[in-house]
């Protein structure tokens, strides 16, 4: 499985931004979808997944403003962030689980990189 995310760059604090994520290759294996960032000198978090059931999963703190769409395909999942905050500025990976979403990823996308400025 690959993942590909794009949407990332440079934005103004109170916009909003679209990431995506394009998965290829045995999908079919996959259970379930999700986001992970990584702002400046911490660690990695999870902050949104969907399993192939629908239930969804989104970090306490983004609850509100990070939203999940997938109106291109379930070979796709998108990041919508609404509006955004300085404190969203991170590196944002697509990851893919071949079981719960309450696990390790098993697929990771390179990820893309979200500057947002005042």
């Known amino acids: 499985v690959q993942l590909v995310e794009s949407g990332g760059g440079l934005v103004q604090a109170g916009e909003s931004l679209r990431l995506s994520c394009a998965a290829s290759g045995n999908i079919g294996s996959l259970n379930a979808m999700g986001w992970f960032y990584q702002p400046p000198g911490k660690d990695r978090e999870m902050v949104a997944a969907i399993s192939s059931g629908g239930a969804t999963y989104y970090l306490d703190s983004v609850k509100g403003r990070f939203a999940l769409v997938r109106d291109k395909g379930p070979n796709t999942l998108d990041l919508r962030v609404n509006p955004l905050k300085l404190e969203d500025t991170a590196t944002y990976y697509c990851?893919?689980?071949?079981?719960?979403?309450?696990?390790?990823?098993?697929?990771w996308g390179k990820g893309t990189l979200v500057t947002v400025s005042s």
């Open positions: 990851v893919a689980f071949r079981g719960s979403y309450l696990g390790r990823p098993d697929y």
